[in-house]
């Protein structure tokens, strides 16, 4: 792996015991999925709604088949109390 951004030098991370290590490109055959949507009816209030979805890649490698591993949704609702006075 190269910073290809800025200054095209290969990439090293930190090991345990304090010394580098050359970063290498790896694969492990999963990938997450994350929707969001938010709603802004008016100032101070918003509700966001979302799912995210796990899935792995099982067998053989180059083939596009996804096993889905978990799934997750979630809702916040926020609401701006306003005091007249």
């Given amino acids: 792996l190269r910073d290809e951004?800025?200054?095209?030098?290969?990439?090293?991370?930190?090991?345990?015991?304090?010394?580098?290590a050359r970063a290498?490109?790896?694969?492990?055959?999963?990938?997450?999925?994350d929707l969001l949507f938010s709603y802004f009816p008016n100032p101070g209030t918003v509700v966001y709604l979302g799912y995210g979805g796990g899935y792995h890649e099982p067998g053989e490698r180059g083939r596009l088949k996804f096993d889905r591993v978990n799934d997750g949704f979630f809702m916040k609702l926020s609401y701006l109390f306003r005091m007249r006075g």
């Fill in 24 to 33: 290498a490109a790896f694969r492990d055959g999963n990938l997450r999925t």
């Fill in 5 to 20: 951004g800025r200054t095209n030098l290969p990439i090293y991370y930190a090991r345990g015991d304090g010394s580098l």
